[in-house]
């Protein structure tokens, strides 16, 4: 079974950043396609973060240039790196994967931005 355990959300001042991390057990994880999402509050999930298995990386327009994906597959991690954090930031962060038709999430971790 496929679980995904995020960490290193907190509150932080505006154009502070952050590392967000998630492990991934119960997968091959080297050959899984892995991304970030967030929520913020009364808004839908978006997608912000994608990177293949071969270490491509794409972004929603909005986050180019300050976020950051990136893997470690020796620890079954993925990271999202967050610089420049603007209290739009705010939402629950949730990294993913889908596997066969089904998408796997964690249970997200909380980035609040104070101005």
């Known amino acids: 079974q496929v679980q995904l355990v995020e960490s290193g959300g907190g509150l932080v001042q505006a154009g502070g950043s952050l590392r967000l991390s998630c492990v991934a057990s119960g997968t091959i994880f080297r050959f899984d396609r892995m991304a970030w999402s967030r929520q913020a509050p009364g808004k839908q999930r978006e997608l912000v973060a994608g990177?293949?298995?071969?270490?491509?990386?794409n972004y929603e327009d909005s986050v180019k240039g300050r976020f950051t994906i990136s893997r470690d597959n020796a620890k079954n991690t993925v990271y999202l790196q967050i610089d420049s954090l603007k209290p739009e930031d705010t939402a629950v962060y949730y990294c993913?994967?889908?596997?066969?038709?089904?998408?796997?999430w964690g249970r997200g971790t909380q980035v609040t931005v104070s101005s």
């Open positions: 990177i293949t298995s071969d270490g491509s990386t």
């Open positions: 993913s994967t889908r596997k066969r038709g089904f998408t796997y």
